[in-house]
């Protein structure tokens, strides 16, 4: 049972490696349109807000490239939930592995 276990998720890791490989641009953050006058909804502008190295960042965005930001930050929340399955399977792999390893030398 462990041994199939093991196979799967070595395939499973192998899987993500090629969606990793194929990721494109990306950047964090989440993109929101703010109004200089809320109450009429006029004066709209947009900015994306990210930490990066424990520094949390906010920058103005020009309309014109708010598409392609949705698209990055797209692309990294993908990115995000792939390193996340794989860290998580690395750490069962790890754990089935040695549980087998025990087992041999115990008997």
């Not at 199939?4 to 993109?31: F, T, Y």
């Not at 990210?50 to 020009?62: E, F, I, L, N």
Request: glycine letters at 4%; charged letters at 30%; hydrophobic letters at 35%.
């Amino acid at each position: 049972m462990a041994a199939k276990r093991l196979r799967h998720i070595e395939n499973r890791i192998r899987e993500i490696k090629k969606q990793l490989q194929a990721a494109g641009e990306m950047r964090p953050g989440s993109l929101t349109c703010q109004y200089q006058f809320p109450q009429q909804k006029k004066g709209a502008y947009y900015q994306i807000s990210y930490t990066h190295k424990m520094k949390s960042r906010t920058d103005y965005v020009q309309p014109l490239f708010v598409d392609q930001l949705q698209k990055e930050i797209a692309m990294f929340k993908i990115f995000k939930k792939l390193v996340d399955e794989w860290v998580g399977l690395a750490i069962e792999y790890s754990k089935l592995k040695i549980e087998s390893q025990k087992k041999k030398i115990s008997g």
